[in-house]
């Protein structure tokens, strides 16, 4: 018992100093991070999650459907949808979670874009091959 009032009274002075110094501790309210991309603010985390939601769409597309010379065709497209990614997010300054949605819906847009192009260009490709012959 005497020792635990020993304890108690060593311990009390050296208490009493710690909340004597503590004079108005405050909480840091957090804030995301901005960043500037020639003169537009954005968020930086939402930027980050955009980007990267956008690239694994196009890497997954381009995985999954392989062809030859596609690359000709892929990589301005996944270009394009990164910069419409990076465009929509600067503008509308989503949350994270949204900038997520964005970035997954304008890569996996750009599979449409390629399909179009592909078949516009398969189209157009017809018109320069000679007649074919006839049959007898």
Same mark, same amino acid.
């Given at each position: 018992?005497?020792?635990?009032?020993?304890?108690?009274?060593?311990?009390?002075?050296?208490?009493?100093?710690?909340?004597?110094?503590?004079?108005?501790?405050?909480?840091?309210?957090?804030?995301?991070?901005?960043?500037? $991309?020639?003169?537009?603010?954005?968020? /930086? %985390?939402?930027?980050? @999650? &955009?980007?990267?939601?956008?690239? +694994?769409?196009?890497?997954?597309?381009?995985?999954?459907?392989?062809?030859?010379?596609?690359?000709?065709?892929?990589?301005?497209?996944?270009?394009?949808?990164?910069?419409?990614?990076?465009?929509?997010?600067?503008?509308?300054?989503?949350?994270? $979670?949204?900038?997520?949605?964005?970035? /997954? %819906?304008?890569?996996? @847009? &750009?599979?449409?874009?390629?399909? +179009?192009?592909?078949?516009?260009?398969?189209?157009?490709?017809?018109?320069?091959?000679?007649?074919?012959?006839?049959?007898?």
């Amino acid at each position: 018992m005497w020792r635990f009032i020993a304890t108690a009274g060593a311990a009390l002075p050296v208490a009493a100093t710690a909340i004597a110094k503590d004079k108005g501790a405050v909480v840091a309210q957090s804030v995301p991070q901005i960043s500037y $991309f020639v003169g537009y603010p954005f968020e /930086t %985390g939402s930027m980050i @999650a &955009g980007i990267c939601a956008c690239l +694994a769409v196009r890497f997954y597309v381009s995985q999954e459907d392989r062809k030859d010379h596609r690359w000709g065709v892929d990589l301005p497209v996944s270009l394009l949808t990164l910069l419409f990614t990076a465009g929509m997010i600067i503008r509308l300054r989503p949350e994270p $979670f949204w900038a997520l949605v964005y970035g /997954t %819906g304008l890569g996996s @847009a &750009g599979v449409l874009l390629i399909s +179009a192009c592909l078949a516009w260009v398969k189209r157009g490709s017809d018109l320069f091959q000679p007649p074919e012959k006839p049959a007898p």
